[in-house]
């Protein structure tokens, strides 16, 4: 019997936690994997943990086969929406259960599902239910032994979590694996994988001595995209050694490329699925980006190893628990191989952008929510980019070795167990002796917070003060803000350029002040003349900054800040300042001045600084971040200035730039990072020169001349934002070479759905049928049309609301075929009240009438109501 949702989805809060009435010490899978029907048989050992007779058990789309306990069948169950319940059990028991499932009708792609030729799953956080009755929460932690059983010819690999402990061969060409993991965890993090790949192998020794065999699962033919991914995945083993005292725990370590992946990866235990995006690279295939982008996500879900598998969330209110903590640990893991300073700025646009958006937009929620409909909805740039920003801010607090030790006494106390935020935040309180108490607020408390920060120099006194107002509005569910401790990192520099000590009532204070009130004052003295402040260094708390910083402090601390992140942050606020007048009139003719101009030109001229620093501080805040500056957005407006200004420098830096531009020329390609920045910083003048009368030449020549798709893929996205006369021809040559491959076809969609140009929609659609696109593949969904709806912000706000209808369209499929993808596409739609009332009556149009559907996920149901409503 399958079973449908009827009634309204209803929403769970955190505060009615309560701690699961049985427990499973261990659990016996065996599958019989057939196309449409799977057969799962389930048997474990259950305990009753509180006096209580009836035990609840998750599942969904399911048929329910047998249900026996202790051997017998069992006929005290009901059947319910999303589950059932079984009565009258003895205190402990073995509960045998059979299903049917139908993986190949799984386009939702969560649960057990097939991706190409190959089954797979996806379990996290609540697809558990989609393949047996069970306790599926993260507190109910049992042993798994898991049987795989399919036709040996199609899928000679049958893979699962933990070590194989035994194999066989059926009499009717089937064969059979079983696997065994020792560590007891919570069912999202089971995993079954069964196909047919190429394998590459290696190993690796931990310092205790261990010996790891790491295994990398590709499609056929795809061997020689896999070895940065081996590459990048001993290099997260060691560093978690060297960095975190942290080592590998089984005597296996396999990842599996899928292609069709509702998300990044997924840090199953000792069997990760990865999306195939995050696997496959070469120099052909793959960007610097791509392999960057690798390199974290691999770092990322090994390093869950422990901070999410070892230590797992108490409930899924908890997910910054683990997400926010091994996000913190992936940038460190980036930043400590790569550059540093690039690393942070990246991270902080994304906070700035996209974060500071979401946190201001309906979805707005605590890095810890409290009220939660559909699980999937809260895998948010909140939890994720802002939950680990409160972990750095907590490191920058406590120190590396404080932190250090925290996270010692955390492993200490709460290895194996399920755990929560404020076991965290206690750990690292109890093992620093440093008072986080109002620092937890950053905990339940949703919005960005604003500070507004003013100066006075007496120079009679020699006294320097920071007056510091802090403030958050409110927010979709929280009105009521309270202030927050803020790490205040800041730096008081000389008109030399050298920097002061800074002395509070007489003693040296550190550079990170203590921000706890709604409004505070720091004294400086011994402060001989009006000092340049350099503040919120390294962004050491995600709020927004005002001061009114002239432009000739501004380029002072583009050319002296001691610290990189400050020298960028300078050029940031400095380019903010031009761009704010501008969009507030959009008539005036952009210009800079000479000393706006020169120093950027001094920035691109500086050889003491790294290329990939450089290329940095010469890219300007997105359309989306500056969209965020703003309570109304004027989308047009904003796209012009920015696009002046660029224009802008590009003819006053003409000369310079194609100095650098050529003097980067490289002839073998590696991915070194000093090569990746060269490459970056190269390309990011040609973006320019494509503004200037050389562009068109300049691009063709390089998409040509390419012997890496970095470079091929820098001139087809200078040629798309230019909108230069050799695009089309690019993209046609591209789509010839690559048409048979969709994740490289990915970039060409990419790069149709960003185009500025007015029939941009009517090439998307055509796109559409493009041979490599599928509205069932995630990818080509998101880079496409989700590049389409976030970053093409002219076209996609049309005035027309073609733009709209189209979304609409997308997302009414989606909304049966794969809800999860669909809500993270609805987004952009959410915000819709930051537009003009014309624009905000047609995308609300289509938010009714999603919401009229009869069948709206509940993955829908949750952000259309609230945006609705807000
Ligand atoms: N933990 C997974 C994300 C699961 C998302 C479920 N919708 C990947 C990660 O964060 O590492
Ligand atoms: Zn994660």
């Not at 996209?354 to 937009?361: K, L, T």
């Not at 509005?473 to 990192?489: G, M, S, V």
Request: with cysteine.
């Amino acid at each position: 019997m399958t079973q449908q949702a009827t009634t309204q989805p209803v929403a769970k809060y955190r505060k009615d936690y309560q701690s699961p009435s049985h427990t499973t010490s261990d659990i016996d899978l065996y599958f019989e994997l057939h196309d449409s029907a799977t057969i799962v048989t389930a048997i474990s050992q259950v305990k009753q943990l509180r006096d209580s007779t009836t035990v609840e058990l998750d599942g969904e789309q399911l048929g329910l086969q047998t249900l026996q306990v202790n051997g017998q069948d069992w006929s005290e169950y009901e059947l319910l929406d999303g589950g059932l319940k079984i009565h009258q059990l003895p205190s402990e028991f073995e509960l045998k259960i059979v299903t049917q499932i139908d993986p190949e009708a799984n386009t939702a792609l969560e649960g057990l599902y097939k991706s190409g030729g190959a089954f797979c799953t996806q379990c996290e956080a609540e697809g558990f239910r989609r393949i047996t009755f069970y306790q599926d929460r993260p507190d109910v932690l049992a042993r798994f032994t898991t049987t795989v059983e399919a036709d040996k010819n199609t899928y000679p690999y049958l893979l699962s979590n933990g070590n194989r402990i035994d194999s066989g061969d059926l009499d009717n060409g089937r064969h059979w694996v079983k696997w065994q993991d020792p560590h007891p965890k919570p069912a999202y993090l089971f995993a079954l994988v069964a196909g047919d790949f190429d394998v590459l192998t290696d190993q690796y020794v931990t310092r205790s001595g261990r010996e790891v065999a790491l295994e990398i699962f590709v499609d056929k033919g795809n061997l020689n995209r896999a070895p940065h991914a081996m590459t990048s995945l001993i290099n997260s083993m060691k560093w978690d050694e060297e960095r975190f005292g942290l080592e590998y725990d089984l005597d296996i370590y396999m990842i599996v490329a899928v292609d069709f992946f509702n998300m990044g990866a997924m840090e199953n235990k000792g069997l990760n699925v990865f999306n195939s995006k995050y696997v496959l690279a070469n120099d052909q295939t793959a960007t610097d980006t791509d392999y960057l982008g690798i390199e974290a996500v691999i770092g990322h879900e090994y390093f869950h190893n422990w901070t999410g598998n070892r230590v797992t969330c108490q409930d899924w209110f908890q997910l910054s628990l683990k997400e926010g903590l091994t996000v913190f640990r992936d940038q460190e893991f980036s930043s400590d191989l790569g550059s540093r300073a690039v690393n942070r700025i990246n991270n902080v646009r994304i906070i700035r952008g996209p974060q500071f958006a979401e946190d201001a937009s309906p979805m707005s929620h605590p890095i810890r929510p409290d009220k939660v409909i559909e699980m999937n909805n809260f895998y948010t740039l909140t939890v994720y980019e802002k939950g680990s920003e409160v972990i750095r801010m907590m490191h920058t607090l406590l120190g590396e070795e404080g932190f250090q030790k925290g996270m010692k006494l955390y492993f200490e106390r709460h290895d194996g167990t399920a755990a929560t935020c404020e076991n965290f935040v206690a750990a690292m309180e109890d093992a620093s002796g440093v008072d986080l108490k109002q620092f937890r607020l950053w905990y339940s408390q949703s919005g960005t917070p604003t500070l507004d920060v003013t100066s006075h120099y007496d120079a009679d006194k020699q006294t320097f003060s920071l007056t510091v107002v802090q403030s958050t509005e409110p927010t979709h569910e929280q009105k009521e803000k309270q202030a927050l401790h803020i790490p205040f990192d800041i730096e008081l520099y000389k008109y030399t350029g050298e920097a002061y000590s800074l002395i509070i009532d007489g003693k040296i204070n550190s550079n990170v002040l203590d921000v706890t009130q709604p409004e505070q004052t720091f004294v400086f003295e011994g402060i001989e003349s009006a000092p340049v402040p350099s503040l919120l260094r390294e962004f050491s708390a995600p709020v927004k900054l005002n001061y009114a910083y002239s432009d000739e402090e501004l380029i002072f601390l583009m050319r002296h800040a001691t610290n990189d992140f400050a020298r960028w942050d300078a050029g940031q606020m400095l380019l903010a300042k031009y761009i704010k007048s501008f969009v507030a009139d959009t008539n005036a003719v952009v210009e800079l001045p000479t000393e706006v101009v020169d120093a950027f030109r001094g920035v691109l001229l500086d050889n003491t600084l790294e290329p990939a620093f450089i290329a940095e501080m010469l890219t300007f805040p997105s359309h989306n971040e500056v969209s965020g500056w703003y309570k109304r957005v004027d989308v047009d407006g904003i796209a012009k200035v920015l696009k002046s200004i660029k224009q802008v420098i590009a003819n006053e830096l003409t000369d310079e730039l194609s100095a650098t531009y050529f003097a980067l020329t490289q002839q073998a390609y590696s991915i070194e990072h000093a090569e990746i920045g060269q490459r970056s910083l190269r390309n990011v003048c040609l973006g320019y020169l494509a503004y200037t009368e050389q562009g068109n030449t300049l691009v063709e020549k390089q998409y040509y001349s390419s012997n890496n798709m970095t470079d091929t893929i820098a001139a087809m996205s200078a040629a798309n934002s230019a909108q230069l006369a050799c695009r089309e021809t690019l993209m046609s040559d591209y789509s010839d070479k690559w048409k048979h491959d969709g994740l490289v076809m990915d970039k060409w969609f990419m790069l149709q759905g960003t185009n500025p140009a007015s029939n941009a929609l009517s090439v998307i659609r055509e796109s559409m049928s493009h041979e490599a696109f599928s509205l069932k593949n995630p990818n080509r969904i998101r880079s496409l049309i989700g590049a389409f709806l976030n970053n093409n912000p002219v076209q996609f706000h049309a005035t027309t609301g073609e733009g709209y209808g189209f979304a609409g369209e997308i997302l009414r499929q989606l909304n049966e075929s794969n809800p999860q993808v669909a809500s993270r596409l609805i987004d952009p739609l959410l915000k819709f009240r930051l537009y003009d009332e014309a624009r905000q009556a047609q995308i609300k149009a289509q938010l009714e009438a999603l919401k009229s559907m009869d069948n709206l996920a509940k993955d829908l149901f949750e952000k259309v109501n609230k945006a609705l409503e807000s």
